[in-house]
């Protein structure tokens, strides 16, 4: 059965961090262009950041560049989103989810597979 696990989400202060993780089960991520999205409340889905099938690139949405970076551990089937600085702002569900392509997935949000999510809540 093909699953994606997130976790690592919580309450953290604005200026913080935060490492979300996304394992897989079933399946192999490093076949697959594997992205984080988020949700935050009353507002649509945002496409965060995205690691390409190769590892060696990655895409990062204008909101969150210079303060996450995503990474695969292919020995771990997982990919991390490392989250710094982090704002009020930032405050929504993250998702990780699997698609065949990251340039796909941002621009239009079509994943294979999705995990059920992890809550990120930024306040003091």
């Known amino acids: 059965q093909v699953q994606l696990v997130e976790s690592g989400g919580g309450l953290v202060q604005p200026g913080g961090s935060l490492r979300l993780s996304c394992i897989g089960y079933?399946?192999?991520?490093?076949?697959?262009?594997i992205g984080w999205v988020r949700q935050a409340p009353g507002k649509e889905r945002e496409g965060v950041s995205c690691?390409?099938?190769?590892?060696?690139?990655?895409t990062y949405a204008d909101s969150v560049k210079g303060r996450f970076t995503i990474s695969r551990d292919s020995g771990k089937n997982t990919v991390y989103l490392q989250m710094d600085s982090l704002k009020p702002e930032d405050t929504a569900v993250y998702y990780c989810a699997a698609a065949p392509s990251c340039a796909v997935a941002m621009q239009f949000g079509e994943y294979d597979y999705w995990g059920q999510g992890t809550h990120v809540t930024v306040s003091s």
């Open positions: 690691v390409y099938v190769s590892g060696d690139s990655t």
């Open positions: 079933g399946f192999t991520l490093d076949y697959y262009a």
